[in-house]
């Protein structure tokens, strides 16, 4: 079993940057790959980004150039930079084993980007 928290969500204009943390409990951590989802208002949730256990990052269109993943396992925690904001990253934003376990997912991190 594992938990997920994540944090680091806020207000932030266009063309900002927020670094989202994602802490997991647990010692079986490291062998997961992870992942980084979001949903914004009427829309399904999307991945943005994944992580191997061994660090290889893979992104979707919508955050290549943007975003950069990460994850440290000595601190059971991911992470997601996020520069160059823009108002359609506005969702909430969670993090979830990949493929995502429908146990796993919690309350999210709210990022909102509008001026």
């Known amino acids: 079993q594992v938990q997920l928290v994540e944090s680091g969500g806020g207000l932030v204009q266009p063309g900002g940057s927020l670094r989202l943390s994602c802490a997991a409990s647990?010692?079986?951590?490291?062998?997961?790959?992870m992942g980084w989802y979001r949903q914004a208002p009427g829309k399904q949730r999307e991945m943005v980004a994944r992580i191997s256990s061994g660090g290889r990052a893979y992104y979707a269109d919508s955050g290549k150039g943007r975003f950069t993943i990460s994850r440290d396992n000595a601190k059971n925690t991911m992470y997601l930079q996020m520069n160059s904001l823009k108002p359609e990253d506005t969702a909430v934003y969670y993090c979830?084993?990949?493929?995502?376990?429908?146990?796993?997912w919690g309350q999210g991190t709210q990022v909102t980007v509008s001026s």
């Open positions: 979830n084993v990949d493929p995502p376990n429908r146990l796993y």
């Open positions: 647990g010692r079986t951590f490291s062998i997961y790959a």
